[in-house]
């Protein structure tokens, strides 16, 4: 190994910060889905009815995101609290795409139901914290690839940098 590739690796303290916070965003990501698919699978007539929709077909489907919350919210805790390394990249990966999913669900959603004022406003907060985890999980995700961290851009700079210096082409 060069005295330039040792200059490219960040501090595995860097990368493993970045995965600690990974695992927190992870964690409240879990939690917040936990409580809202409960609240969704256990209370559906009083969610429909807050959110000004009627019918039993309104309660069924809210009950099936509901309980399809809880399940997310247990893989995604699993994956908080057990993985580490490439698998638990992957998996913030994978919980990612699925939030975003959501993001795009919610947009439709506001878009086409016949939702109430209070209605609108709840999926779309809940649509923008979806979003923030969605977010703040590639960061860090990215932020675990030692070719992103920090240092190792700054590196990269300072030794193009230097190389410049020396090899002036």
Do not use: C, Y
Request: proline content about 3%.
């Amino acid at each position: 190994m060069t005295d330039t590739e040792l200059v490219h690796e960040p501090p595995v303290a860097e990368t493993e910060v970045a995965a600690q916070r990974l695992r927190r965003v992870l964690g409240a990501n879990a939690a917040t889905s936990l409580a809202a698919g409960l609240v969704a699978a256990l209370a559906a007539p009083w969610v429909v009815d807050k959110a000004g929709l009627d019918g039993a077909a309104a309660d069924d489907w809210t009950r099936a995101v509901g309980a399809g919350l809880v399940v997310f919210a247990a893989a995604v805790a699993l994956a908080a609290s057990r993985l580490a390394g490439e698998s638990l990249r992957r998996a913030a990966a994978v919980i990612s795409d699925a939030d975003i999913a959501w993001v795009i669900a919610t947009v439709v959603v506001v878009g086409t139901a016949d939702l109430n004022g209070f209605g609108r406003f709840i999926a779309v907060v809940m649509g923008i914290g979806v979003l923030d985890f969605a977010l703040l999980q590639i960061w860090f995700r990215r932020r675990m690839d030692r070719r992103h961290a920090p240092a190792a851009a700054l590196a990269r700079l300072q030794s193009t940098a230097t190389e410049r210096r020396i090899n002036p082409s």
